[in-house]
């Protein structure tokens, strides 16, 4: 059976600094509150303690793993949690060694022994962590697996084993971009067309159009929080924010005071050419620091790749056409969530897995093909656009600095963006009928350079510049 991912399963709204140990983690801790409930168990739990295993643990401090399962455990929603009450939340359990167990009942933790860091991975996924509850008839004990873009699953559940974690009828299912070429060819619809007909069979075209509104609207406040935002970045690398500084040095004096009004700004700005690198740049780099401080962001596909998309779309509204509205948007986030999907389909969109391919590469063809549909892009030539994108992301590692989202992870973002913009002027100038190499044979060899790539080079700051870099040097 084919699986079916929303656009909205590929683009969540969460708190950064990562999507596969930041946000995964909060997921499976509510999901273990959930299971607790069912087991009839809640209400007897009097102490929790959590293990971290592989990419977790060996990078779980810089990722604020432990953070996040101490919120998920609270009760606190990362899509809705005041971001400013985070602090707060968990000073409180740190201070009081207790926590309020699904913001229901306070029970002992500490965090410094409650929560263990296991160097040692488990068979079935880099990103492993278990949750134990203890109670007056003995232990309840439950496994999950972040599996990357904060989905997660458990190895015991057959469809998870098959990597169909999420099953929906859609009338079109779509596993390889061949099969969503095929349909809009059959249909005589466009790529953001075939999809919107997809997601009508799970949401009212109401809902639809406000989540994806809801989506972007999170993403324009991010750039603006991070374009108005200075000072250093946390986790002891002390990284400046640059996005404030190259913000002020391009925006003119026209007054605002939201992120719509600024957009409009930014869109009366006269922009002259050696700018328009600087502004892409600009909007990726405020997106993750913003990530990097525990801010809200989408997942596009993951945390750690959350700049491209916002950072694409913005251009295209800022210098590509100054009258793109919601319809645009719209179409751009359908064509970009689909893209992505094929690829955590038939590949990863894990850097625990894959190495830093999986992340950015997979948000530079995403926003590639999306701006690709938008510029006046034929299926084809979106696909090509998302396969030039990836091409040349093949076997990029991931080496955080530290274990923290930010060196080399936020520059990473502004050469995605750059590489997506890139990749879709060339797919606009190229006949398909010329094409050499298919989309899904990318995917298929991102997949295969997955596996052959060193652990030390996914995630786990064991290898390249995490090694060769330390922290006084930054």
């Known amino acids: 059976m084919t699986e079916c991912i929303s656009v909205f399963d590929m683009l969540k709204i969460g708190v950064g600094p990562s999507s596969s140990h930041t946000l995964g983690p909060w997921r499976g801790a509510e999901r273990f509150l959930n299971e ?20 977790l643990s060996l990078t779980g401090k810089g990722h604020a793993t432990d953070l996040a399962v101490m919120l998920g455990l609270s009760g606190a929603d990362p899509e809705y949690v005041p971001i400013d009450s985070i602090d707060g939340i968990i000073e409180s359990i740190t201070h009081n060694q207790k926590l309020t167990l699904g913001n229901e ?3 002992d933790f500490s965090f410094f022994t409650d929560i263990i860091f ?15 509850a203890y109670h007056n008839k003995g232990e309840y004990t439950s496994t999950f697996y972040s599996i990357g873009g904060g989905f997660v699953v458990k190895e ?61 609207n999170t993403m324009l406040e991010c750039m603006y929080t991070g374009c108005h935002t200075s000072g250093i970045l946390p986790g002891g690398l002390n990284v400046r924010r640059r996005a404030y500084d190259m913000h002020n040095k391009m ?49 596009a596909p993951t945390n750690g790749s959350a700049g491209v ?45 894959g190495g830093c391919q999986a992340e950015i590469g997979v948000s530079s063809a995403m926003a590639a093909a999306a701006l690709c549909e938008l510029m006046g892009g034929t299926p084809e030539q979106c696909l090509m656009a998302a396969e030039i994108a990836m091409e040349h992301h093949l076997g990029m590692t ?77």
């Open 309 to 353: 998309i916002p950072a694409v779309l913005m251009y295209y509204m800022v210098i590509e056409n100054h009258q793109a509205d919601e319809r645009h948007i719209k179409q751009f986030l359908l064509v970009a969530g689909e893209i992505g999907s094929i690829f955590k389909k038939g590949a990863t969109i894990s850097a625990a897995m």
């Open 251 to 299: 925006i003119g004096e026209l007054p605002y005071s939201s992120p719509q009004e600024w957009l409009q700004v930014i869109r009366q700005t006269e922009v002259k050419f050696r700018q328009i690198l600087k502004w892409v740049s600009c909007f990726a780099l405020a997106v993750n620091e913003v990530n990097a401080a525990l801010g809200r962001v989408v997942t």
């Open 156 to 216: 015991e559940r057959i469809v998870a084993k098959q990597k169909q974690e999420i099953r929906r009828a859609f009338p079109y299912p779509i596993d390889k971009a061949d099969e969503l070429l095929a349909y809009t060819k059959t249909l005589g619809k466009s790529i953001s067309e075939v999809v919107y007909e997809n997601e009508k069979s799970i949401r009212t075209e109401a809902e639809i159009d406000h989540e994806l509104m809801r989506v972007w």
């Open 398 to 474: 991931c080496d955080p600095i530290g274990g923290l989202v930010q060196v080399p992870c936020i520059e990473r973002n502004t050469m995605g963006a750059i590489k997506a913009i890139n990749a879709a002027e060339l797919a606009l100038e190229t006949d398909p009928a010329n094409a050499k190499v298919p989309l899904d044979k990318v995917v298929n060899t991102m997949w295969q350079t997955a596996q052959d790539m060193n652990n030390k080079y996914k995630e786990t700051s064991e290898g390249g510049l995490a090694v060769t870099v330390n922290n006084v040097d930054c």
């Open 105 to 107: 009942r306070e029970i």
């Open 118 to 132: 296991n160097r040692d991975f488990l068979p079935f996924h880099a990103n492993g962590f278990m949750f134990t």
């Open 36 to 55: 607790l409930r069912e087991e009839g168990i809640f209400d007897a739990v009097t102490r929790v303690r959590i293990d971290l295993y592989g990419s």
